[in-house]
Structure formats: structure tokens, C-alpha cells
């Protein structure tokens, strides 16, 4: 799914545009048993519980493709036709009406979501009637092209409350606050199928993580191979580009690499899908900058024993837009757009991190004339 799908799924959590039918859930202790269990018409609920709902819903769409958000692709390889995806499109289609396949879901999502603590499982169906879209990309409300249904699941932790005083109205007071249990933002969450190319795709699914991917979960809940870290992608083609370039990875080289992804980033900015980087544009972003001709061979080697067969993020190559220079208990972040005013030279004999300053210039804050 693109940023412009995850948008329009995400607009069906609110008051006016809401269809989603029923709302399923239950509560699990630290020791993994179920306390507690519910099914409801979600639209029956009070208001305030809706809007909270929304929340957790909402956050369960949010972050960046590739850092939070991750497609699921289950086709061929070991996942093709696999149990997981027949029973999570047997669950979307019972509309949660069926209370043995709803347990048989929580167990599963109990044996494999490595959690320390109580959290909620929430799962929710939906049958969104997809407006049609005319030449001009404009959605026609009364042009629908298909109706997507789908489920969503959302996991949350359930914590206590933190100690503390508090009034009471009618003793005219402060007391001790009781402590009770309250459901936290949502940790991880799934949307299947997924919504590409505004239809229901049902070999794949949308994962949301707000820190940490669980292998387990990704495999034998949804079916689907582990997708590489963000953190990894970026780490490892550091590490890709020290061995390809060997000695010749100096900082100029360092630099332009670097400049070269940008560049890229800032082409596909306004596309509506991520751009992703094939291992032979990899490999021509690299021997661009070298003055002699790498081996392929060696690089074809160690980019499969760093990522297999994937490509990689290009968002994830270039983070935020700055580039990290760290030394030994020094640490420098420059803008983009002031890379080339970083220089290594040597002064005095030694080799030196130079920064070329032009204007007023501050540290911790404080503003120095030279």
C-alpha cells in the first residue's frame, strides 16, 4: 500500500465516514490468559468510546512505510498458499460473527506476540465501499467501483495508572487515586487484506510497528516473511559500501554517495509510492563515485549475505535528510543542504574536520564572533 491508500482507509475513522460493523476484543494478562472477552456492533457504542476507538485505529496507520508501516506480500516462496492467509481471509469473510474462529485467532496471536505485560487485542471489521475516481483523480461518491471488506487488528498494552492524589467532589477532598487499568496507544497492528491499487489484494497485508517487528507474529499470524529493520537496511549498506570500496571509501566518496541519494529522494518526493533501490542501481550509485572499476562480483556477494534478495528503502538510505559524521566523543548532524561545507584536510600535520562557517555561528546556544 502507498501513502495514498493508508490516507484513504485511514478517513474512514471518523464519526462521518465510519462503517466499520462490529468490534471484537479480549484482554490478556501477564501470564497469557484471556480475563476477559467482547463483542459488540461498533456503532452502538457511546460516543466517547468511538472517538477512542478512532485513536487506536488511526495509530495503527500512522509512521512511515518502511520505518513503521510494512507491506506483507505472501506470494510464492514458503508462504505461497499458506494456512495463515486462508485463515485470516476465512476470519474476514465469517464478518467476526463466528465465536470458534475468533478464539482460534486469539490463541494464535497469544502464542506468538512476545509482549511483557497485560495488553488488549482488538479486531474490528469493516466493508468500505470504495468511491470511484474520475480522469482528473477526484473520488465520485456515487461511482463505487467495489466494496472492501476487511478486518483490522490492533494490540495495546494495558497498564496501571500512576499513583497520585487526586479530588473527590462529594468528600471535598484530595485522596489517594485508586488505580485502575488503562488501554495505552496502540503497539502493533495489521490490515488485512491490503488495499493496493484501491482494491483488496488478499496475498498481502499492512503491518504497523511502533518499535520493534515480531518475527513470530509476522510469520504465524499473518503468513508473510519478516521484512528488514529500517535500522538494518541503513546499518548494512553502510556496511555495504566499506567493503565495495575498501580503501577508497573516503569521505569525499562518503559525501557524494550520499548527495547522489538525496537527489534521488527529492525526484520521487511528490510519487505516491516509495522508491525502492534494485541491488544494480545500488551497485551504479556506488562505482559512479570510485575512480576504479569494483568488482561486481564481490559486491553481488556481500550484498546477498547482508540482504538476500531484497531491495532496500531509499528513505531508509538517507533517514531524515542529515548526514551523522561521529568521531571518538565527537558527534556532528548537517543539513543536507550543508554537505559540501564538510571537508576532511589537513592542518598543522594533522588530518582535520574542517567546517566552513559563513555568517554567525552558535554553541549550546550561545552566539560566537569567531
Given amino acids: 500500500m502507498n501513502k495514498r491508500e493508508i490516507a484513504e482507509i485511514k478517513r474512514q475513522f471518523t464519526v462521518f465516514n465510519c462503517s466499520i460493523a462490529r468490534i471484537c476484543g479480549c484482554y490478556v494478562d501477564a501470564e497469557k490468559n484471556i480475563k476477559a472477552d467482547f463483542r459488540e456492533a461498533f456503532l452502538s457504542l457511546p460516543e466517547e468510546e468511538i472517538f477512542k476507538y478512532f485513536e487506536i485505529f488511526r495509530k495503527g496507520l500512522s509512521g512511515k512505510v518502511g520505518k513503521n508501516l510494512f507491506n506483507l506480500d505472501s506470494r510464492g516462496g514458503q508462504f505461497a498458499e499458506n494456512k495463515e ?76 495508572s500512576k499513583p497520585g492524589l487526586s479530588y473527590d467532589e462529594m468528600a471535598g477532598e484530595f485522596q ?34 511502533k518499535k520493534d517487528l515480531r518475527g513470530s507474529f509476522v510469520e504465524k499470524v499473518l503468513g508473510a516473511a519478516v521484512p528488514l529493520p529500517s535500522d538494518y537496511q541503513k546499518d548494512g549498506f553502510s556496511e555495504l559500501i566499506e567493503s565495495t570500496l575498501g580503501e577508497e571509501c573516503t569521505s569525499d566518496i562518503i559525501k557524494a554517495i550520499h548527495e547522489e541519494l538525496l537527489d534521488l529522494a527529492e525526484e520521487s518526493r511528490d510519487l505516491p509510492d516509495i522508491k525502492m533501490l534494485e541491488r544494480e542501481e545500488i551497485f551504479d550509485i556506488i562505482s559512479k563515485q570510485s575512480e576504479k572499476k569494483l568488482n561486481q562480483y564481490e559486491f553481488e556477494a556481500v550484498y546477498e549475505n547482508l540482504f538476500g534478495g531484497e531491495n532496500l528503502m531509499l528513505t531508509n538510505l538517507v533517514g531524515n535528510g542529515l548526514m551523522n559524521v561521529n568521531l571518538p566523543g565527537v558527534a556532528v548532524k548537517v543539513d543536507e543542504t550543508c554537505i559540501g561545507d564538510v571537508e576532511v584536510k589537513m592542518v598543522d600535520g594533522r588530518k582535520c574536520l574542517v567546517i566552513g562557517i559563513s555568517g554567525d555561528f552558535e554553541i549550546n546556544g550561545t552566539k560566537c564572533e569567531r
Fill in 85 to 160: 492467509q486462508k485463515f485470516l481471509l476465512e476470519l474476514r469473510n465469517s464478518q467476526l460473527k463466528n465465536d470458534d474462529l475468533l478464539r482460534e485467532f486469539y490463541s494464535k496471536v497469544i502464542e506468538n506476540y512476545d509482549y511483557v505485560g497485560n495488553y488488549l487485542i482488538l479486531l474490528v471489521y469493516d466493508a468500505y465501499d470504495v468511491p470511484g475516481k474520475g480522469s482528473d483523480n477526484i473520488e465520485m461518491d456515487d461511482a463505487s467501483d467495489e466494496v472492501y471488506s476487511y478486518i483490522m487488528c490492533c494490540i495495546c498494552p494495558v497498564e496501571l
Fill in 176 to 209: 489517594n487515586r485508586i488505580r485502575d487499568r488503562v488501554v495505552g496507544m496502540t503497539d502493533t497492528a495489521f490490515l488485512f487484506p491490503a488495499f493496493n491499487d484501491r482494491s483488496a489484494d488478499v496475498h498481502a497485508a499492512l503491518m504497523y510497528a
